[in-house]
């Protein structure tokens, strides 16, 4: 299998065989069952602040990173193709209006009908970013976790929303609670332990290999070797295959069962699921950036409206400023921008009046009953609420952030 490297380590580490008996000091090693790689880091890289930018042609397992060289029109977007990210990443789509259509199930390849140039491909998710890097995806939907793991720090990789609300995670440092770790309760104090030596290095199991040795050198841990092992990781300092391990945690509790506890200054980096296009798909393929431009906004105005609610009511007085001046005294009824007030009209006695006023606001769920009788204590009536489906803004806040990252 061939070797690609990212071009901001093509000149500054080399990469050799070595042995499992003995480290040098100033190298960072990741182990297989067969073999290991010592990574030795040159000056440059110590000084080097951000990757290089990735060529305009390179040649990728998974496909050609020239755009010019694929002929297709359609668009095409990557989404998980199995767990709860697939299933969340579904019901995301169709609460937004754009349900998949797969003939059958067993194919990778979909429709969104109400978006009739886009094909859904349904891929592995470090597949998925791979396949933005070679040209072969326009868009994606994957973890951080994922896209920071694969995509290492390219800036062909554009974060189009950074929190589509599900597949919430960190990943995380785990240490044993017992032994030598028993008093150990942060990074700082990890780094400083005696017994990692260039001879007997802390051993960490993980299946993060690009962000595993990155976060141990920024944290000063200079004598670490990475290994993989086969199903949970938690299971691995107790079976002496590990010292600690780097994985993904979302509650806590198999860590706690495992007798295994997070240190502070440990968490490498928060994760959910988001939404990811292609530099090169958003700046040259035509109708990429339009499309994005529908997904953004109707991924903002559902994501915007959940846990949102309605709320209207009737309320007698003098005026619409006197009936707002009462609404707005209490800081729970202000709604998104403040509340809208209109007169209702009857016939009493022949003559049309309005005595009474119309109030519509929106105001969160976990506030919903709080709203309602601060609402009632100032004379309103007949309240009413329903759930709010979207929210659109004038203009999505992230559509300009894009625009500005691709200097449109």
Known sequence: ?????????????????????????????????????????????????????????????????????????????????????????????????????QANPRQYVAQIPQISSLEVWFQRPKDIVRKLLSGDLDLGIVGFDTLSEYGQGSEDLIIVHSALDYGECRLSLAIPNYGIFENINSVNELAAMPQWTADKPLRVATGFTYLGPKFMKENGLKHVTFSTADGALEAAPAMGIADVILDLVSSGTTLRENNLKEIEGGVVLQSQAVLVASRKSLTYRNGVLDTTHEILERF?????????????????????????????????????????????????????????????????????????????AIGGSGVLTSPLTYIFDEETPRWRELLSKLGL
Not at 49 to 72: E, H, Y
Not at 89 to 98: A, G, I, R
Not at 352 to 358: E, I, L, R
């Open 1 to 101: 299998m061939a070797t690609i490297l990212h071009p901001s380590l093509q000149q500054c580490t080399s990469f050799t065989p070595f042995p499992h008996s003995s480290l040098p000091s100033n190298s960072i090693s990741v182990l297989s069952s067969r073999f290991s790689l010592k990574f030795r880091v040159h000056a440059c890289c110590q000084t080097q602040t951000s990757p290089s930018p990735l060529p305009t042609s390179i040649d990728f397992v998974n496909g050609n990173a020239d755009l010019n060289s694929i002929q297709r029109s359609e668009i095409r977007f990557g989404l998980p193709s199995k767990g709860r990210m697939a299933s969340d990443t579904l019901q995301l789509l169709k609460d937004c209006q754009l349900s998949v259509r």
């Open 300 to 376: 903002e105005a559902h994501l915007k409206a959940l846990g949102q609610f309605t709320v209207t009511a009737n309320m007698r007085g003098k005026s619409a400023e006197d009936v707002a001046e009462r609404i707005l005294s209490q800081s729970s009824l202000s709604g998104l921008q403040g509340p809208t007030i209109s007169p209702v009209f009857c016939k009493r006695n022949g003559a049309v009046s309005a005595d009474y006023y119309a109030i519509v606001i929106c105001v969160p769920k976990k506030a919903l009953y709080t709203s309602v009788k601060q609402l009632r």
